[in-house]
């Protein structure tokens, strides 16, 4: 599968998704056939947010993508060699940063920024990794979802730009590198540009 068609199979699932005719249900045979080996088309960097079935939402069955999940979706030192495990060893030819509406972890970055009360525990950690993006989109209004936006684009940007596997993957042109936000009211995903 190319870069191209693994981007549309996403964007094809999302669809059926929303519209309320999904493809895939029980896959009993379906998981019997992955014991042996597992080849996704894709690995999906996302959210942690229960809310944010990420197979579900792109209709795909189990086996078809290599998720990733932490609160605010970026990208660290594990998750990025987890990324560059689904693409080298497990063949994935495109990376989908997912970010959501109402994101709890840049909601946090954003109250931080507002009253500079830390949040409890270690949970100040995600803040502090998500505060400069909700500093660089601050405003009025929108700030939350202006937040989500930049996130996504900054994560694609790090993605990028921090691998020598995913460098050569997208010279050769076996790799594609694009994200977008989950909207939880309506379902649908949006693609980010940049």
């Known amino acids: 599968m190319s870069p191209e068609a693994a981007v549309a199979e996403l964007v094809a699932g999302n669809r059926r998704f929303t519209e309320g005719h999904p493809s895939f249900g029980l896959q009993s045979a379906h998981r019997v056939e992955l014991a042996s080996a597992?080849?996704?088309?894709?690995?999906?960097?996302?959210?942690?947010?229960?809310?944010v079935p990420v197979e579900t939402l792109f209709d795909r069955p189990a086996?078809?993508?290599?998720?990733?999940?932490?609160?605010?979706?970026?990208?660290?030192?594990?998750?990025?060699?987890?990324l560059e495990?689904?693409?080298?060893?497990?063949?994935?030819?495109?990376?989908?940063?997912?970010?959501?509406?109402?994101?709890?972890?840049?909601?946090?970055?954003?109250d931080f920024l507002e009253s500079g009360e830390s949040a409890p525990g270690t949970i100040q950690h995600l803040v502090d990794r998500l505060t400069p993006v909700a500093r660089a989109t601050r405003r009025d209004e929108g700030w939350i979802e202006a937040a989500v936006a930049e996130n996504v684009r900054v994560t694609v940007a790090e993605i990028r730009n921090s691998s020598s596997i995913v460098a050569d993957a997208i010279a050769r042109q076996k790799?594609?590198?694009?994200?977008?936000t989950y909207d939880l009211a309506t379902g649908w995903v949006t693609p980010i540009e940049g």
């Open 63 to 82: 086996g078809d993508l290599f998720v990733i999940r932490v609160a605010g979706n970026f990208i660290d030192t594990y998750g990025l060699a987890t």
């Open 175 to 180: 790799l594609k590198v694009v994200g977008g």
């Open 38 to 51: 597992q080849h996704p088309f894709a690995v999906v960097l996302g959210c942690s947010d229960s809310r």
């Open 85 to 110: 495990y689904g693409i080298a060893i497990l063949g994935a030819q495109l990376v989908f940063v997912l970010g959501h509406s109402s994101c709890g972890a840049l909601t946090a970055a954003v």
